[in-house]
């Protein structure tokens, strides 16, 4: 899947960060360096979750094989009203104002100089609030896929699913990204069970059917096999 970007949606809860630190492992395990985009958690917080899944991310980070770019998302008060701003952990911006090709930048290059082949952007939500009526959304998040995409590269990002208010920004990513991964919770026999379910992969037949999986200690567990109970 070089060269493409998936989309990997869900609500809250439903393993979408987990599946992408799973991604990111599974190819440092084989030397395929990873970037990871996190605009809401400090890279500390991330490490400390990710260690509670097993993956130890310091000898990674350390080895050039990971790098974590984290930032904070805020309401900034200003003189005509309020503002959003993403505070970032790097000098670009910190002496910068934030633009969208800005951060694009960013990544790109913590990418080259890792020869990364994966790149995750953990969370859509912060930038798609950056813009207001449905257009801008969608020339922005195209913008920012389109310049993060390379050939040598597979991009992952993730959406968090909300209200029914938001479906139509809820469902602008998915046209833009070449393939999208939904995933849901479903409540079945008096237990919730975790599905994830192939919507859409641009260039290839797939199943559209609900697949459970569970989340353990060591990351993503898929049972293609196993019938979801009517």
């Known amino acids: 899947m070089k060269g493409r970007t998936v989309l990997v949606a869900g609500g809250p809860g439903t393993g979408k960060s987990i599946l992408t630190w799973h991604f990111m492992f599974s190819g440092i395990e084989a030397g395929e360096p990873a970037v990871l985009v996190s605009l809401d958690q400090s890279s500390k917080l991330i490490v400390d979750d990710m260690a509670e899944l097993g993956w130890d991310a310091r000898p990674a980070v350390d080895g050039g094989m990971l790098q974590i770019l984290s930032g904070t998302f805020d309401l900034v008060p200003r003189e005509s009203g309020y503002e959003y701003v993403i505070g970032f952990d790097h000098p670009l911006f910190r002496e910068q104002p934030f633009t969208m090709s800005r951060l694009a930048s960013l990544v790109r290059k913590s990418a080259s100089e890792l020869k990364a082949t994966r790149i995750v952007v953990d969370g859509l939500g912060p930038l798609?609030?950056?813009?207001?009526?449905?257009?801008?959304?969608?020339?922005?998040i195209y913008g920012f896929i389109r310049e993060l995409a390379y050939d040598d590269a597979t991009v992952l990002l993730t959406h968090e699913l909300r209200s029914f208010s938001l479906a139509d920004i809820d469902e602008m990513p998915y046209f833009i990204c070449d393939t999208v991964i939904v995933l849901d919770t479903l409540y079945v026999s008096g237990d919730y069970i975790r599905t994830m379910r192939v919507m859409k992969m641009r260039g290839a037949s797939h199943s559209m059917r609900p697949v459970i999986f569970k989340i353990t200690d060591h990351g993503i567990s898929v049972f293609p096999e196993t019938r979801i109970p009517e």
């Open 128 to 140: 798609l609030e950056l813009a207001g009526r449905r257009l801008e959304v969608r020339q922005m």
